[in-house]
C-alpha cells in the first residue's frame, strides 16, 4: 500500500524568505514522488518528480526537493518565495507496483504575505 | 499543444437527480483518469482507462457511478442519483501511457454542487 502524509495544511511566509513543506511517504515498492500545485479555478500542474535518479529534484519555477530514503522524506522547497507561489501543493506517490496510480496527500495551502 | 478540456466547469443539481461530465483529453494520449476532489482533501482516483478499456475502476462506486470511454478519446463520468456526499471537483487527466514516468495532465476540473 501506497501513501502520503503532508505534515503541515497550511503554511505562510513572507515575500523573500524560504519555503519548506513537508511531506513523508509509505511505499511497499521504489517509489515515485511527484509535487503537484493548484492555484485557484485552475488545473493540478507538475512542479517536480522523483523517479530512481538524482535524489535531489529541481523543478519548475525555482522549487526542488531531495528524495530521503531514511527518512521517508520528499519535502519540498524554494530559496525566495514570490507572491505567485501562493497555492495548494500535493505530495504524491505513485508505487512502480502499481503502475501509474497515483495517491495525493491532502494538500498543503501556501500563503505568501508582503 | 492544447491542454486536457472539460465541461461543465460548474453544475448544481438536486440530490436524486442525475449528472453527467465530459472530458476530452490531450490528443493523443492513451490512458485517461477521473478523479473526486473532496474540499479540503487530494484528489482520489475514481477510474482509469487504457484506449478504451477499463484499467482500474476499483474506487468507483458502482452503484451509482459511471464512466465510459467510446473510441479511446473523450469520456464521460455519470452520476445516478447523485448524494450530498457527492460534492466535490471531478477532475479528469490523461497521460501518454500508463507507466508512471509519464506525466499525468490536469483539467481544470468540474465543480459539483448536490443540494
Known amino acids: 500500500a501506497q501513501s502520503v502524509t503532508q505534515l503541515d495544511s497550511h503554511v505562510s511566509v513572507s515575500e523573500g524568505t524560504p519555503v519548506l513543506l513537508r511531506c513523508n511517504y509509505s511505499s511497499s515498492y521504489s517509489p515515485s514522488l511527484f509535487w503537484y500545485v493548484q492555484h485557484p479555478n485552475k488545473g493540478l500542474q507538475l512542479l517536480l518528480k522523483y523517479t530512481s535518479a538524482a535524489t535531489l529534484v529541481k523543478g519548475i519555477n525555482g522549487f526542488e526537493a531531495e528524495f530521503k530514503k531514511s527518512e521517508t522524506s520528499f519535502h519540498l522547497t524554494k530559496p525566495s518565495a514570490h507572491m505567485s507561489d501562493a497555492a495548494e501543493y500535493f505530495c504524491?506517490?505513485?508505487?512502480?507496483?502499481?503502475?501509474?496510480?497515483?495517491?495525493f496527500g491532502t494538500g498543503t495551502r501556501l500563503q505568501v504575505t508582503l | 499543444e492544447a491542454g486536457v478540456a472539460q465541461s461543465p466547469r460548474y453544475k448544481i443539481i438536486e440530490k436524486r437527480q442525475s449528472v453527467a461530465f465530459w472530458c476530452n483529453p490531450i490528443s493523443g494520449h492513451a490512458t485517461l483518469y477521473w478523479y473526486q476532489q473532496i474540499l479540503g482533501q487530494g484528489p482520489k482516483l475514481l477510474i482509469q482507462?487504457?484506449?478504451?478499456?477499463?484499467?482500474?475502476d476499483s474506487q468507483l462506486p458502482k452503484d451509482r457511478f459511471s464512466a465510459e470511454r467510446l473510441k479511446g478519446v473523450d469520456s464521460t463520468l455519470k452520476i445516478q442519483p447523485a448524494k450530498l456526499e457527492d460534492s466535490a471537483v471531478y477532475l479528469c487527466?490523461?497521460?501518454?501511457?500508463?507507466?508512471?514516468?509519464?506525466?499525468?495532465?490536469f483539467g481544470p476540473g468540474t465543480r459539483l454542487t448536490v443540494t
Open positions: 504524491v506517490v505513485s508505487d512502480l507496483g502499481t503502475a501509474s496510480k497515483l495517491t
Open positions: 487527466a490523461s497521460s501518454f501511457g500508463a507507466s508512471g514516468r509519464y506525466e499525468q495532465y
Open positions: 482507462f487504457q484506449n478504451n478499456g477499463v484499467v482500474d
